[in-house]
């Protein structure tokens, strides 16, 4: 198994440009999540799913889009990149079952980016 | 709101020192806990957990202790190597809230040999 896959590890932009990052998962996980990482705030989460075709807005969701078509995919759309938004994406993912919130969450390699 | 606070890093210790990293919460209900822990340049992976008071998690040689009464999850270790140098992170979920963890600021442990 690969576990979570994320691409790219770094990305700079441009203010007012857009990108998708991508995360990825082959464990059958059906919870998926996306947190940014920034000094002296530890994770914050975006978005989430709960499955395909579900998604709902985390702490920070203002500024990013998210979608759920496959169980295996749940990528992050910056529609407008600000420098606000520089920072380290994490994507996680778990299996979801009964007693969702005593999982453990796995962890992508994370992706860097830099708004210029 | 819920949320974690832990002790302000970094934290410098020599090799074979004791560790301690405090960790208190606030939350509704009853939280599931948890500590991660992120290697140089890596993302993040799970250390230990504790879903219920009184548990202990244990994993590498550490330990945390669900303790209700205090809304604290303190992470402990009795010899730290210079392979633990890490950033620590003390986490929660709420019940009913899988997938949705909220995180502390982080304490950056560094072990000199």
């Known amino acids: 198994n690969a576990g979570v896959t994320q691409t790219p590890k770094f990305q700079v932009l441009k203010t007012g440009q857009s990108m998708t990052l991508q995360c990825a998962q082959d464990?059958?996980?059906?919870?998926m999540s996306w947190y940014r990482q920034d000094p002296g705030m530890g994770l914050r989460l975006i978005h989430y799913s709960v499955g395909a075709g579900i998604t709902d807005q985390g702490e920070v969701p203002n500024g990013y889009n998210v979608s759920r078509s496959t169980t295996e995919d749940f990528p992050l759309r910056l529609l407008s990149a600000a420098p606000s938004q520089t920072s380290v994406y994490f994507c996680?993912?778990?299996?979801?079952?009964?007693?969702?919130?005593?999982?453990?969450?796995?962890f992508g390699p994370g992706t860097r980016l830099l708004v210029l | 709101g819920d949320s974690v606070t832990q002790m302000e890093g970094p934290v410098t210790l020599s090799e074979e020192a004791f560790l301690t990293i405090n960790c208190t919460y606030t939350?509704?209900?009853?939280?599931?806990l948890f500590w991660y822990v992120q290697y140089p340049g890596e993302g993040l992976q799970l250390l230990l957990k504790a879903t219920k008071a009184d548990d202990k998690g244990s994993n590498k040689g550490f330990e945390a202790t669900y303790r209700k009464e205090t809304t604290s999850f303190h992470l402990e270790k009795g010899s730290v190597q210079v392979s633990d140098s890490a950033v620590y992170f003390c986490a929660l979920t709420l019940y009913n809230q899988g997938g949705k963890l909220i995180f502390g600021q982080g304490t950056e442990l560094s072990v000199k040999p």
């Open positions: 939350a509704t209900g009853y939280p599931s």
């Open positions: 464990m059958n996980h059906e919870y």
């Open positions: 996680a993912s778990s299996y979801g079952l009964a007693g969702a919130h005593q999982e453990t969450q796995y």
